[in-house]
């Protein structure tokens, strides 16, 4: 007797196995968007914190960032009771040890800190330095406090 076809039981255990498969895909990909999307939030903040160290210098005008646990406001002059020229919002909390960055008219600031994504990552950077003539981007040593001495600058 010639038979054509697959099985019923043949067809559930591929079934099974694609599903498992599919498990295994999906937890890998939400692990790389998650590092994916720490290092973008960090990079984004660097270059923010770049930029506006620029326009400081060659506009010779103060620029001042409000940082806060869940995002930092871009102020053009040192006052910051009034409204930003522009927000960020962030997606993943982050941890600091200084709220005001002022960038003076030669793209200096007296405030050094750091700022760092809050918790243990796998991300390739989740921290930003800030010092006097500086800002650097790097990762923070697990499980230790989000200082300068414990971050790998890159």
Known sequence: MNKCGFSLIELVIVIGLIG???????FGFSRYSQKSNITNQTRLMYGDLMEYRSKALYEKKNWTFKISGSGYGIYSSINTTVAPVSTVIF????????TNIQ??????TNNSGTVCISGSNEAVV???????TRV????RKEGLNCVAANIDAQ
């Not at 498992?20 to 999906?26: E, Y």
């Not at 989740?126 to 006097?132: Q, R």
């Not at 650097?136 to 990762?139: A, F, H, N, V």
């Open 20 to 26: 498992i498969l599919l498990s295994l895909a999906t």
């Open 136 to 139: 650097q981007i790097g990762k």
């Open 103 to 108: 960038f003076d008219s030669h793209g200096m």
């Open 91 to 98: 997606k993943y909390p982050v941890l600091f040890n200084t």
């Open 126 to 132: 989740d921290s930003v330095v800030i010092s006097t």
